[in-house]
């Protein structure tokens, strides 16, 4: 569904992605690990348009590298940023309005995205830096939800929640997964995605250096040691 | 003429300075709290406002309220496309930089300045007020025009409140203003949200020109006072806080209608400037904007 080839990209002089090649499939959840600086927030970025990029963004054959940033959510790519990047002073269904008017969707598919977080619901008109972190995040993650995305990117999800919360979104994520969403899911926290993912794609120096498929790989694996330094 | 009665009459007269001020402030508060451009050429959007409005009064046929309606339409219409021309073939290639705006936003301010002098002369102009109904009271008479500026200023501002608070374009630029990047990553047109911003900014500009032509006249440095005063209104209010922006417009105009009455319109922006340093000194993010 989403295929990176070649891709390199940077910011200014710095080239921190370079010859990236990387894909996820349709209803699995692909895990991006590696250590801090390896380029992984910069891959979420390039996807996204946010930063120009060499190289090639395809999704479902169509090539999306040199799209104009806004572009990129209208052909269904969902992005759910590290630190959440709420529209804080906005309201909870403000917020998710702007996810909504994107790909001019409406009422039934907010009803289905506050289905999944009913908390939600209860909060619509509640300004959203007010929510806790948990809620927050389920925020972000119903926001890009509302755009009905074939692929969802997941920038470290799991940052600062409690277990509980990590478990709830665990739930959201395994259920996109039935839908044929594609999910990417970058995590330092091996623990906290593990069980969830498919493949896991280890990152190093700006490219995916080795993509394992989930079965294959041991709670200790040799690559977690290699790759992310656990 | 007693002490109330006049300090009513420098009241009112400070009503008039305060909306129309509010209306010129909050354009520039608009743009700089969703763009955080520093638009120096608002003054120059507001002369061109007053011109616009001059030149359409004076070709329709008619009583002065037909001319006077027509230009509260054209003359922001015609302002409006002019800031989002300068929007999109200037500001957007310096890629917003906030000292090459600058720098190119005085530009803009001289270019029109200059256009206008060139075209239409040294020559202060005078548009006729479209009606000229007067309010007598028991003290003096007062002139109804003037009291409609203020009521008509109130209504384009709560027509700004109910754009921002209400509409989908007002929510993409709340969204924007928090952060332009996430905006872009829900699909929000950033290009043409800053377009349309400077647009209305420059619009509300000239809406306050309008207003205030049948009691001014129409000049090419006119422009410079209220950019200055808007200036002081958005610095004391908060950039980019609207709210901060109205109670400062009143707080100054009203202080600028009764120390100009009683003393000298000089002092009135002496105290003005005093306050915009006093606030800097002491609050630096104004009345109500927030910490950086």
Known sequence: MLRLEGVSAGY?????????????????VTCIMGRNGVGKTTLMRAIMGQIAVSGSVRLGGEELAGLPAHEVPRRGIALVPQGRRLFGPLTVAENLEIGL???????VTRDRVLDLFPRLRERLTQVSSTLSGGEQQMLA??????LEPKVLLLDEPTEGLQPSMIAAIRQVVLGLKTTGVAVVLVEQRVSAVLDMADRVAFMD??????TV??????????????WVGV | ?????????????????????????VGLSLVFGVMRVVNVAHGAFFMLGALVAWFVAGHVAGPPVWGWLAALVVAPLVVGALAALVDISVLKRLNYEPEAVIVATIGVLYILEQAALMSFGPDARPVAAPFTLRLQLPWFGYSGYKLFVVVAACAVLAGVWLLMARTRFGLLMRATQVDRNTARAFGINVDRVYAGTFALGAALAAVAAVLVVPISQVHYLMGADPLLLAFITVIIGGLGSLRGTLV????????????????????????????VALVLVFRPQGLFGAKA
Do not use: N, Y
Request: glycine share 12%; hydrophobic share 60%; with cysteine.
């Open chain 1, 12 to 28: 200014g002089a710095v080239t921190v992605l370079r010859g990236l090649s990387f894909a996820a499939e349709a209803g699995e």
């Open chain 1, 101 to 107: 008017m994107t790909r001019g969707k409406g009422a």
């Open chain 1, 141 to 146: 993650i119903a926001r890009a939800l509302c």
């Open chain 1, 205 to 210: 120096h700006g490219t995916v250096a080795e």
């Open chain 1, 213 to 226: 498929a989930r079965a294959d790989l041991a709670p200790g694996a040799a690559q977690f040691a290699t």
């Open chain 2, 1 to 25: 003429m007693g002490f109330g009665p006049f300090l009513l009459l420098a009241v009112m007269e400070g009503l008039v300075s305060a909306a129309v001020l509010a209306l010129t402030a």
């Open chain 2, 248 to 275: 400062a417009a009143l707080v100054i105009g009203l202080s600028d209608g009764v120390i100009s009455m009683f003393w000298s319109p000089t002092l009135s922006k002496i105290i003005a400037t005093l306050l």
